[in-house]
């Protein structure tokens, strides 16, 4: 995977289906630790609804874990479609819930399915999107006489300075996209000189 949507923050949405309210949570979670915690969340919450129905996606080591539950619903009506969704958006590190308060009236296999696909399509309708591409993070370290001619390099290049230390000498590190990996390589292209440059970190930017 090169690239991945995720989202800045919790969003909640509303549906009403003959009678039956479902709300959909979504969350921005890193592990899936943290999705299970968010889950518990609202199960703590909602603790009185008949369903919390959830899928998630995260990037833990390199690898997408995929999980969803029907939880208590017809197998098959609401986790796999919530996922299916979560998939088709291209969307990872993202956990959605829809909770469930019954309405006494019964929506069949069919009207569960477009109850939750539905629910979770709005939800990520509310949330803003953000793209997360290949990149790294790397240190460069540079004269004090350089440091402002960096700063600009950087700005042009659409280059994210994340920290700097002042010590003898100045060490910045940086956050860039793949397609910058050798930007800082030849030296002929730069406007100022640096001293020490490594890469230390491959990572989703």
Sequence with gaps: MKEYNTIEKQETSELVEKKSKFIANIFYVSTTQEAEEKLEQIRKKYY??????????????GNIIDRSSDDGEPSGTAGAPMLNILKKENLCNILVVVTRYFGGILLGT??????????????IEKSNIILKQEGYVATLEVEYKD????????KKKEIKIIDIKYLENVSVKL??????KEVFKNKENLNFDYLNYEIIQEKFI
């Design 110 to 123: 069919g009207g569960l399915v477009r109850a939750y696909s539905q629910s979770t399509q709005d939800v």
């Design 48 to 61: 009185d609804a008949r369903h919390n129905c959830y899928a998630y996606r995260v990037i833990e080591d």
């Design 175 to 180: 956050e860039f996209k793949k397609e910058e």
């Design 147 to 154: 440091l402002e001619k960096l700063r600009y390099f950087c």
